[in-house]
């Protein structure tokens, strides 16, 4: 099959770049490579085919396929030789007057058949597009770093895209062994909008010190199946590129209060403390290899009281089964008896407010988290509350290690920090899907090739049941009184009438 874009337009050849001009060239299309520092596009030639040296040692190219694709990568050096491409992808600096102004140079260089995309990350495709005579053929055609391995690519119309563009930019992600996703010309489009829950919100659990930036990595990675924890995946990426999106999302939706942005990372850019390239960032880093605290021992008891559980503790049944495995002598009366430990499992709730509520002595509270089944996490995580006990904490957090399950113990907050989280994720999609910024399907493969999670937020929603998360969002509204934690429409239609988040409207 011949490919949709034969010769193919490379502007501004660093990573992204090189790594777009690499699978391109791979798809068969001739292409030509353009930056506007001198011996920087020839470097990046240079780059590319020490991959495909690599390929080749590998058995993942031969070697007449490894010297055709380097037949096919030119250099350009003015934005004349870029004339006769049918495709111009560029990928310079995020910066709109920049981008405007060679979009401007393009559409003179150009025939009005060639299709311009740009790889802009959080940009309007739109606004980049405005001042064209022939915006029609401007799209956005969001690559991730690194280009051959990340296998998804957005494809985003602005608002006087032509269709086709759209539909060939898709057609030739295809032929380059990616998979595209339509998005509408929205701030951050798929990707970027759906990865604010994870990262903001885990932030604001550490800014109201709950638990420290380790505790809450261990957290998500053992209860919900991340690959990274959020402050793992900050020192990744670096804050140097994380807040700046953060910023930029938050502004372009007029300071909406889902995307608000942490003092923590703002502080930590501004004192270069951006992560591991940097050497220290929430983790300090020792050859490369992040310096991880370890975490505390389980308390030594001599005596693990009897245990009573609210009757209205989430997964009541479930947690009733987990004493008795463990080997807990469990209280059936109407209430606790004055020496017992007392446990309760709210969804949002703080277990301060619990207490209070069904008349706890909290003194004598734990919460434990159970919006997860037990059975499918490698981790258990308990609240405190201020008024606990030291030798009811020990307790509780030695009475649930003893089948060697890691437990953590975080101090007492409006939700646990996996709900939290989870919550925050699930209702950002479906924000994304209320606004009709892409379809549902689209959002799903979206998140998990962008951004590596476990399951899509819809699936994730699905699986830990809508009507929870609801609960812990309606919940944390009411602690916190905070419009960041108001359901979507979207999740609040689905969440009642007990529809798969995938369900499509008729």
């Known amino acids: 099959m011949s490919t949709i874009f034969a010769n193919v337009g490379i502007v501004g050849t660093g990573a992204m770049g090189r790594g777009i001009a690499q699978i391109a060239a791979q798809a068969k299309s001739t292409v030509t490579l353009y930056d506007t520092q001198a011996g920087v596009a020839l470097t990046a030639r240079e780059s590319i085919c020490a991959q495909w040296d690599k390929m080749l040692e590998k058995g993942r190219l031969s070697a007449e396929e490894a010297q055709a694709c380097k ?27 920049v981008k405007k102004a060679l979009f401007a140079d393009l559409e003179a260089a150009l025939p009005h058949s060639a299709v311009l995309a740009s790889n802009t990350s959080s940009l309007s495709v739109t606004a980049i597009a405005a001042q064209m005579k022939h915006p029609d053929r401007v799209a956005g055609y969001h690559f991730f770093n690194p280009v051959p391995i990340m296998k998804v690519v957005e494809v985003i119309a602005g608002i006087k895209t032509a269709s086709s563009v759209c539909v060939d930019l898709a057609n030739y992600a295809r032929q380059m062994g990616h998979t ?101 960032g929430f983790y300090s880093y020792l050859n490369g290899v992040a310096q991880v605290p370890e975490e505390s021992p389980v308390p030594e008891v001599d005596t693990i009281p009897p245990v009573w559980v609210s009757p209205r503790a989430a997964r009541r049944m479930e947690l009733l089964q987990l004493l008795k495995d463990l080997g807990a002598a469990i209280e059936t009366g109407a209430s ?29 509270t734990v919460g434990i988290d159970m919006l997860i089944d037990d059975a499918a996490t490698k981790r258990r995580v308990l609240a405190t509350n201020p008024a606990l006990r030291q030798d009811m904490r020990d307790a509780a957090h030695a009475l649930f290690a003893l089948d060697g399950k890691a437990v953590s113990v975080i101090r007492d907050s409006g939700g646990f920090v996996t709900q939290r989280v989870v919550a925050t994720i699930v209702n950002i999609a479906s924000d994304i899907c209320q606004q009709h910024i892409c379809s549902p399907q689209d959002l799903e493969t979206a998140v998990t090739l962008g951004l590596g999670y476990p399951l899509g937020p819809l699936a994730m929603g699905n699986r830990y049941g809508p009507t929870n998360v609801l609960e812990v969002l309606f919940n944390m509204q009411t602690v916190y009184g905070d419009p960041r934690y108001r359901p979507s429409p979207w999740l609040r239609r689905r969440g009642a009438i007990g529809l798969s988040l995938m369900h499509e409207e008729s």
């Open 71 to 97: 037949d096919r990568l030119l250099i350009g050096t003015s934005l004349g030789d870029l004339a006769n491409c049918n495709l111009v992808i560029e990928a310079i600096v995020e910066r709109l007057d």
């Open 336 to 364: 606790p008896s004055p020496h017992a430990l007392t446990l309760v499992a709210p969804l949002g709730f703080d277990i301060t407010t619990v207490a209070v509520v069904e008349r706890l002595d909290p003194a004598r």
């Open 180 to 280: 595209p996703v339509m998005a509408a010309d929205t701030p951050g489009f798929i990707v970027n909008h759906a990865g604010r829950g994870y990262g903001t919100e885990a932030l604001r659990i550490v800014g109201e010190g709950v638990a420290d930036f380790a505790t809450i990595d261990r957290i998500l990675r053992d209860q919900v199946g991340f690959k990274l924890g959020p402050f793992e995946l900050m020192d990744l990426t670096a804050l140097d590129v994380s807040h700046p999106v953060m910023e930029s999302i938050y502004r372009q939706y007029y300071d909406e209060p889902r995307y608000r942005p942490s003092v923590i990372t703002a502080q930590r850019l501004a004192g270069g403390v951006v992560g591991k390239k940097a050497g220290e």
